[in-house]
């Protein structure tokens, strides 16, 4: 089946750095691909839609200043978190779905536990 | 938004099936149901999905109520390795929608 890589699978930062996480679709080209955040015991929450080529689409109350998406090409993904602080720390989560004019199961990455110290 | 609602959690014996509920009351006609698993500290792993009938794949089945504001995803035989948080959500507009989950403890 579809496989989506997320890289790092752990990050632990300083306060006030920037990080990098990397969404791929190994086998499939993706034009629009899904940022989650995990808190401990809470479901995933949608940051963000990242659309190829062009901007992404934050949900309300994500800042996208703070949670910049780059989505350059049909397999790539990124999301930085900028000048992260301890609040940041969380369970990031990637998604594609190959879209073929289905309805499609989504595909998730293994997810990016970031901690900022 | 369609919202989708579950116990919180449930128990079962191993090798025994297992139901798990969902409610959606609010669902419109084209949301589809989707069910994912997630085992702690990975990304979510898809389990079945279907619109009006039941569907069966090798890891589960989902059943679906003929006035779809219900559904039951049915593990006819849980191992061990099912012990998960099983999340019920609907796609509108394919957007995923989740809900809270329910957790599945599989007693051996």
């Known amino acids: 089946g579809a496989v989506v890589s997320q890289h790092p699978s752990w990050v632990i930062c300083k306060s006030g750095t920037s990080v990098k996480i990397e969404c791929r679709s190994l086998?499939?080209?993706?034009?629009?691909m899904f940022w989650y955040r995990q808190f401990p015991k809470q479901s995933l929450m949608l940051m963000a839609t990242?659309?190829?080529?062009?901007?992404?689409?934050?949900e309300q109350g994500v800042e996208k200043d703070k949670f910049l998406i780059n989505h350059a090409s049909l397999t790539l993904s990124t999301l930085t978190v900028t000048s992260a602080h301890p609040e940041d720390s969380s369970f990031y989560i990637c998604?594609?779905?190959?879209?073929?004019?289905?309805?499609?199961?989504?595909?998730f990455g293994q997810g990016t536990r970031l901690t900022v110290v | 938004d369609a919202k989708t609602t579950q116990p919180n959690s449930m128990e079962s014996n191993e090798e025994e099936p297992v139901h798990l509920p969902c409610n959606h009351s609010t669902i419109s006609g084209t949301d589809y149901i989707h069910w994912y698993r997630q085992l702690p500290s990975q990304g979510p792993e898809y389990v079945i999905h279907?619109?009006?009938?039941?569907v069966n794949n090798r890891m589960a089945s989902l059943a679906i109520a003929e006035d779809r504001k219900s559904s039951t995803l049915i593990l006819h035989r849980a191992t061990l390795r099912d012990a998960a948080v099983y999340y019920c959500?609907?796609?509108?507009?394919?957007?995923?929608?989740w809900g809270a989950g329910t957790k599945l403890i599989i007693k051996p």
């Open positions: 086998d499939f080209q993706a034009t629009t």
């Open positions: 990242s659309n190829e080529g062009s901007k992404a689409t934050y």
């Open positions: 998604s594609a779905r190959d879209w073929d004019g289905r309805n499609t199961e989504a595909f």
């Open positions: 279907g619109l009006t009938s039941n």
């Open positions: 959500i609907l796609d509108s507009n394919y957007q995923l929608i």
